[in-house]
């Protein structure tokens, strides 16, 4: 079962949301969003009430249970600039294990791939080039 963080994660992405754009909505900074998002810290009743009131299922944030009637996500849901970004950070990951020879398992891949989407989230596009020197330093 996936944890309370990557339920917000999913949630945020399903309403087409970027980390600020949510924080706003739930009265808080990019950085408690972003510390949320990643296990850090827990929002409190007032944050999970804001994003209800913007149509986040926070039933299904809280206990990993959907509400009825409302989909999971799909990446075809996901705008082009948000796709964009996720085939980046996982070609700048692929491109740093193969420059070091090095292959990963699914399971880190993913969690590169989460790490590698926040920073180019965070810094732009041209953040690829740290996401490989990190990749080939793990």
Known sequence: MSSFSDRLREERLRLNMVQ????EIGGVG???????????RQPDASYLAAI???GADVLYILTGERRSGLPAPTANQLPPRL???????????????AATNR??????????????YDILASQG??????IIRLVKTA
């Open 20 to 23: 600020p754009q949510l924080a």
């Open 30 to 40: 990019k950085q408690s969003q972003i510390n949320y998002e990643s296990g850090k």
């Open 52 to 54: 209800a009131a913007a």
């Open 83 to 97: 796709r964009e970004r996720l085939a980046t950070a996982i070609e700048a990951i692929e491109e740093g294990l």
């Open 103 to 116: 292959t990963a398992p699914p399971a880190v891949k993913a969690q590169l791939a989460l790490a590698a």
């Open 125 to 130: 596009e041209s953040a690829s080039a740290e």
